[in-house]
């Protein structure tokens, strides 16, 4: 019923900068927090970055002055701008957001997306 869509993955050289969006659509009757994870070959899902409804914002220590996460509320979309890039960043990226339906008796629940490649290479 709610999906989650991300775009803006590729390839960038070591320094250079991406922009990630994801869009959340579906019957949603409220979103509250929104996040970012990203799993690299051979090693866990790990959480980069999160965002409260409120705007409250929180850093993985490996990405802290580089990364910023952002939202628009009214377009249901969640922003990872990543700046200085580094090899080390690349991963799979995904979305996730705690949604909660708006068909009767829907409840909150964790969705997610299913991932955008970034690639840091020369």
């Known amino acids: 019923q709610v999906q989650l869509v991300e775009s803006g993955g590729g390839l960038v050289q070591p320094g250079g900068s991406l922009r990630l969006s994801c869009a959340a659509s579906g019957n949603i009757a409220s979103i509250n927090a929104m996040a970012w994870y990203r799993q690299a070959p051979g090693k866990q899902r790990e959480l980069v970055a999160f965002?409260?409804?409120?705007?409250?914002?929180n850093y993985a220590d490996s990405v802290k002055g580089r990364f910023t996460i952002s939202r628009d509320n009214a377009k249901n979309t969640v922003y990872l701008q990543m700046n200085s890039l580094k090899p080390e960043d690349t991963a799979v990226y995904y979305c996730?957001?705690?949604?909660?339906?708006?068909?009767?008796?829907?409840?909150?629940?964790?969705?997610w997306g299913q991932g955008t490649q970034v690639t840091v290479s020369s």
């Open positions: 965002i409260t409804s409120g705007g409250s914002t």
């Open positions: 996730n957001c705690n949604a909660k339906p708006s068909f009767i008796g829907g409840s909150s629940r964790s969705y």
